[in-house]
Every structure is written in structure tokens, then in C-alpha cells.
């Protein structure tokens, strides 16, 4: 399975000529290493624009709705998202959960959603806080528990998951390669208990964090990584290059 390096952009940039930047250079080295799948999270209002020319990276959505169509102002569904072109979506972001209340059920229905409209959903999770009781450990499970609810045995290798600790987004305080590892460990017993060990074995599992150039190596070298989730760095170039080269 090939490692993913997937960008959310997040709400940037505000032109269309900044957002074809972006996408150029996230095209350009995921054609340097075809061996990582480079995955990409416009706004959606670009996603026509940019969608004419998006080979090799596969194109993202930042959310989707829990429902398939009628009176939901402001949302997008699945099917309108597979019918623009994205094959991917990150769901139960921690910006979302935290700005729109999503629930692990909400998170769950959506990525459950996502995968009967054939795209692959990006479920995030991750705690707010690493506290010395190790509170953290019940948080993460029950998160991680709940968000996977909808999603059947048959359907886990279908799934991403993104470890995000929401404490090492956008704050430049990145997680030690020993906590990556020791909680990858704890993840896939969440996932031995749920699917049992064969299929927790082919989820794979990324990092969202603070991922920048000076640390991509060494958290892409934790074994159990299975790639990256990257907001701030993803419309910086040189970052971008660093962090693809970092799974290759
Ligand atoms: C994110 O938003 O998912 C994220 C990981 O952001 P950053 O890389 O900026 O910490």
C-alpha cells in the first residue's frame, strides 16, 4: 500500500490564481515520488477550477453532509462530491467537531456516507490534551470507537484513519516519535477489538500534527505511519517537497 501525504488546505487561499500554486506544486513532486499518493483538500468553490488538471494527486473534499439530498442549506453531499471528481474527504476534523459540534455519531454517518458514494473518508480523531492520568487513553478510544461505529468489517480497509492530536495542530508543538509509537500501539488494539487483528492490520493510519520539513523524516520513520495529514505546510512548496520526500 502506498503511503499518503494528504494536504488540507483549510480556508486559504482567497484567489484562484493562489490555489493553482498550490495544486502545481503538490502535482509536481507526488509526480517526483509515485510512490506516495499525494491527496489534496481545496476549498470547495475551487474544486471545478482546479479539477481539469489535478493527475496524479487525488482530490479531497474538506467535509461532507450526513445526508444524501433536500433541504440542508450550505451542504454538500457525497454523490455531489464523487460527481465533481474528489475521491477522497476528511471527516470529524477537530475544527469541526469543535466549531460545529460533530459527533462521533455525525462523524461516523458521514464517513459511512462517503464510503457507499465510493469515495474514501479520512477520519480524523485525536485528544485535546495529554494529561499525566492518562485520561487521554479513554478519550481516544471512545473517539475513535464512536467514529467507526457505521463502518462494517467488510468496509475497514476502505477507511483512513488521521491521528490528530488537537494539541500539535497549527501550534508548531509536534508529538515525540515515542508517543507517535506508543499510540499507533494503542490505536491498532482499538482496531484488534473492533475488526479483529487481519483487517486492523490493512487500515492505515496517518499523522496530523505540526508535520513540517524538519520533522517529516523522523515521524515518517515511527513504524505503524502510514503517511501524513498536513494543514499550515500545504501551501508551502519547499515544505511540500520535504514532506512527500519524507515518505518516498
Ligand atoms: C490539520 O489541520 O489537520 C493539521 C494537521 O494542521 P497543521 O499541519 O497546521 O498542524
Not at 501550534?171 to 486492523?200: N, P, Q
Amino acid at each position: 500500500m502506498k503511503k499518503i501525504a494528504a494536504f488540507n488546505w483549510k480556508l486559504k487561499p482567497t484567489n484562484i490564481k493562489e490555489a493553482q500554486a498550490t495544486l502545481r506544486a503538490h502535482k509536481k513532486y507526488a509526480k517526483a515520488h509515485p510512490d506516495v499518493q499525494v491527496v489534496s483538500a481545496p476549498p470547495m468553490p475551487f474544486v471545478h477550477k482546479l479539477i481539469s488538471d489535478v493527475s496524479p494527486v487525488g482530490l479531497c473534499a474538506q467535509d461532507v453532509s450526513t445526508k444524501f439530498d433536500g433541504a440542508h442549506t450550505g451542504q454538500s453531499s457525497a454523490a455531489m462530491l464523487r460527481e465533481v471528481g474528489c475521491s477522497y474527504v476528511i471527516v470529524g476534523h477537530s475544527e469541526r467537531r469543535a466549531e460545529f459540534g460533530e459527533t462521533d455519531t455525525m462523524v461516523s454517518k458521514k464517513a459511512q456516507i462517503a464510503l457507499e458514494q465510493g469515495l474514501t473518508p479520512i477520519i480524523c480523531f485525536g485528544e485535546d490534551d495529554r494529561d499525566a492520568q492518562g485520561r487521554y487513553v479513554d478519550l481516544l478510544t471512545e473517539q475513535l470507537k464512536g467514529s467507526l461505529e457505521l463502518i462494517s468489517d467488510k468496509n475497514s480497509s476502505k477507511i483512513v484513519l488521521a491521528y490528530e492530536p488537537i494539541w500539535a495542530i497549527g501550534t508548531g508543538a509536534s508529538i515525540t516519535t515515542d508517543d507517535l509509537f506508543s499510540t499507533l500501539i494503542l490505536i491498532k488494539k482499538i482496531l484488534v477489538d473492533i475488526y479483529g487483528e487481519r483487517r486492523a492490520n490493512k487500515v492505515q493510519i496517518l499523522y496530523g500534527g505540526s508535520v513540517k520539513d524538519h520533522n517529516a523524516d523522523e515521524l515518517a520513520a515511527v513504524p505503524g505511519v502510514s503517511g501524513f495529514l498536513v494543514g499550515g505546510a500545504s501551501h508551502k512548496p519547499e515544505m511540500v517537497k520535504a514532506i512527500i520526500a519524507s515518505l518516498a
